[in-house]
């Protein structure tokens, strides 16, 4: 039996366990949803992206997490926390949010509902100063989505990527702080 990290009302979120990789290289792997991340990656590379993220769940608590539907018991895509660490970043070491939906969970709200319980997690638990997001100006879902959350563009942030095409660069920045966040009184689903 998993442990549930957090739970949403639709949403339960538990850590990446050995093994995760198929079912995300499966499910999440595909054109379509990693169109502004380089593409599909290898079954290798999500491997090493999981042993990571296990990692870091076991040096700081946060990670990223797998979204399992509650109704269905289906894994539908993932979210957390990490540490910016890309090649170029203006603000390395600050907590970054992240999230993934499968390509036929699309437009039902899934990743919103996601961000807003990992966000109290962030700031909560962890005492997260801010946290960011990053994405392309060509991926206009994710950057309108940081909008809706509240968070702030952040231009003085952006920088290029070498992981992504030049259609995917500059990497764009959105910032919420603590304060801002305490402010807007979320609730998380």
């Not at 995300?24 to 949803?33: D, E, G, I, K, Y």
């Not at 638990?125 to 990053?134: I, R, T, Y």
């Not at 309108?144 to 702030?152: D, T």
Request: charge should be negative.
């Amino acid at each position: 039996m998993a442990e549930w990290i957090l739970e949403t009302e639709r949403l339960r979120l538990r850590r990446i366990e050995p093994g995760d990789a198929e079912l995300q290289f499966r499910l999440l792997n595909t054109p379509a949803v990693m169109h502004h991340l380089g593409g599909p990656l290898s079954l290798e590379a999500i491997e090493q992206k999981h042993r990571k993220s296990m990692d870091l769940h076991e040096r700081e608590g946060f990670s990223f997490l797998f979204l399992i539907e509650r109704d269905s018991d289906e894994f539908v895509g993932h979210c957390g926390l990490k540490r910016v660490d890309a090649e170029g970043a203006r603000n390395p070491g600050d907590f970054e949010i992240g999230w993934l939906i499968r390509e036929d969970r699309w437009r039902r709200g899934y990743a919103i509902e996601a961000v807003r319980a990992v966000l109290r997690w962030a700031f909560v638990d962890h005492h997260a100063p801010h946290v960011v997001a990053l994405t392309s100006r060509a991926n206009e879902p994710s950057w309108r989505l940081m909008e809706r959350l509240g968070m702030e563009r952040r231009e003085d942030l952006d920088f290029d990527d070498p992981r992504f095409p030049p259609e995917d660069n500059p990497t764009i920045l959105y910032s919420l702080s603590q304060e801002a966040w305490a402010a807007s009184k979320p609730t998380v689903a």
